[in-house]
C-alpha cells in the first residue's frame, strides 16, 4: 500500500517560474491537503479539499493554487514562483470527510526559489 | 486565533532520563494530536488524543490531554537513542468547510548515549 505519494522529491526554481506538485493517495480518503513546513514555524495549512470538486483557502494560500478532479489526486501549482515559497511542502490525507482527523503524510517535496 | 505552544524547542537529555514535552493551546479543543518527524523524512503519527483526560501509551513515550488546562504532554521514559527526533503537536480547529489542524514549532529531541 503506497499511501501518498508526492512529487517531485526535490525542485529548484527561478523567481517567475511555475510548477506544479503532485500529489496521490491510495487510501480513498475524501480528505486532502498541502502543509508548508519552514524552519521553527511547524507546519501551515496552504489549501484543503473535501472531496471531488470541493477545495478552500488554508492559512497561506497566496501564491498557490488547488484542484480537485479525482478523489485520489489533488496537485498544488505555484503560479509565479517567489523566493518566499522555499520551503518543504507536504501533502496529506485523512478518511473523515470535513473533518481532519488522524493526518498521514507524503515523503515531502522540497522546493528552492532562487 | 488558535495558537500552539510547545516547550522545550529544543531538548538534550541523556539515555536512561526521563523528561515531558509541552504543549499549551490558546483556545478549546477537545482533539489534539502528536507527530514525530525524523531527520529529512515525513511527519508519522505517534497519538490521537480526542477527549478531556484521554492517555496514550507507546513503548516509552505517553501523551495526556487536559482541555480544561488547554495542555497535551509527551512524557518520555528512560530515554534512548532511538528516539531522537523532531516531535509536533497539533490541535484542530474548526476552518471552512471542517476542521484543520494548527500545528506547535515542534521540539527537536536529541538523546545522548
Known amino acids: 500500500n503506497a499511501g501518498v505519494t508526492q512529487t517531485p522529491k526535490f525542485q529548484v526554481l527561478k523567481t517567475g517560474q511555475s510548477m506544479t506538485l503532485q500529489c496521490a493517495q491510495d487510501?480513498?480518503?475524501?480528505?486532502m491537503s498541502w502543509y508548508r513546513q519552514d524552519p521553527g514555524m511547524g507546519l501551515r495549512l496552504i489549501h484543503y479539499?473535501?472531496?471531488?470538486?470541493?477545495?478552500d483557502q488554508g492559512e497561506v494560500p497566496n501564491g498557490y493554487n488547488v484542484s480537485r478532479s479525482t478523489t485520489e489526486d489533488f496537485p498544488l501549482r505555484l503560479l509565479s514562483a517567489a523566493p518566499s515559497q522555499t520551503s518543504v511542502y507536504f501533502c496529506?490525507?485523512?478518511?473523515?470527510?470535513?473533518?481532519?482527523?488522524?493526518?498521514?503524510f507524503g515523503e515531502g517535496s522540497r522546493l528552492t526559489v532562487l | 486565533e488558535l495558537k500552539v505552544e510547545q516547550n522545550p524547542l529544543f531538548l538534550s537529555m541523556q539515555e536512561g532520563k526521563n523528561y515531558t514535552i509541552y504543549c499549551n493551546y490558546s483556545?478549546?479543543?477537545?482533539?489534539l494530536y502528536w507527530y514525530r518527524q525524523d531527520p529529512g523524512k515525513s511527519l508519522e503519527s505517534l497519538f490521537v488524543?480526542?477527549?478531556n483526560g484521554a492517555v496514550k501509551q507507546e513503548g516509552r513515550l505517553m501523551a495526556s490531554l487536559d482541555t480544561k488546562a488547554r495542555l497535551s504532554t509527551l512524557h518520555i521514559t528512560a530515554a534512548v537513542h532511538d528516539l531522537s527526533a523532531t516531535y509536533f503537536c497539533?490541535?484542530?480547529?474548526?476552518w471552512g468547510y471542517g476542521n484543520k489542524l494548527v500545528f506547535g514549532a515542534g521540539t527537536i529531541l536529541r538523546v545522548k548515549s
Open positions: 497539533a490541535v484542530e480547529e474548526a
Open positions: 483556545t478549546t479543543s477537545d482533539r
Open positions: 488524543l480526542l477527549s
Open positions: 496529506a490525507s485523512s478518511s473523515q470527510q470535513g473533518i481532519t482527523g488522524e493526518l498521514f
Open positions: 487510501m480513498n480518503h475524501e480528505y
Open positions: 479539499s473535501v472531496g471531488a470538486g470541493i477545495t
